[in-house]
C-alpha cells in the first residue's frame, strides 16, 4: 500500500534552519498534492504550506519568505526548507498527500485518500 515517511527534524537554535524531508513509499503512479501541517503544544494544528501537482504552491500568511515546499515527483518527495526559525515555531510537523493513484497488487490501479506521515518534532531553543 501507500506509506509516507518522514525524515529531519530535531534540535534547532533560534534564526536557524532546518530541512524536512517526506518520501512516498509504495507502486505509486501519481501524487496529488503534498502538505506540511504543524501543531504546537496546546494549540491548534495550521497548514503550513501545500504544493499542487503543477507545482503551484500555497503558504501561510505569516510564513512566506521563510519556508520553502518543495517537491520532486521522479522520487516521490516532498521537502520543506525552514529558516529564521523561532521558539514559539516549536512543533510536530507533518507531511501529508490529499490522493494518490497507486497499484494495488491485487486489486490493480486504485485512488487513495488522505496520508499522513508519522511526524516529526522541531524543538527551537531561545
Known amino acids: 500500500q501507500v506509506q509516507l515517511v518522514q525524515s529531519g527534524g530535531g534540535l534547532v537554535q533560534a534564526g536557524g534552519s532546518l530541512r524536512l524531508s517526506c518520501v512516498a513509499s509504495?507502486?505509486?503512479?501519481?501524487?496529488?498534492?503534498w502538505a506540511w501541517y504543524r501543531q504546537a503544544p496546546g494549540k491548534q494544528r495550521e497548514l503550513v504550506a501545500n504544493?499542487?501537482?503543477?507545482?503551484?504552491?500555497n503558504y501561510a500568511d505569516s510564513l512566506k519568505g521563510r519556508f520553502t515546499i518543495t517537491r520532486d515527483n521522479a522520487t516521490k518527495k516532498t521537502y520543506l526548507q525552514v529558516n529564521s526559525l523561532e521558539p514559539e515555531e516549536t512543533a510536530g510537523y507533518c507531511c501529508?498527500?490529499?490522493?494518490?493513484?497507486?497499484?494495488?497488487?491485487?486489486?490493480?490501479?486504485?485512488?487513495?485518500?488522505?496520508?499522513w506521515g508519522q511526524g516529526t518534532q522541531v524543538i527551537v531553543s531561545a
Open positions: 504544493i499542487a501537482s503543477d507545482g503551484t504552491t
Open positions: 501529508s498527500v490529499d490522493w494518490v493513484i497507486f497499484t494495488d497488487q491485487v486489486l490493480g490501479e486504485r485512488k487513495g485518500d488522505d496520508y
Open positions: 509504495g507502486i505509486i503512479l501519481s501524487i496529488n498534492t
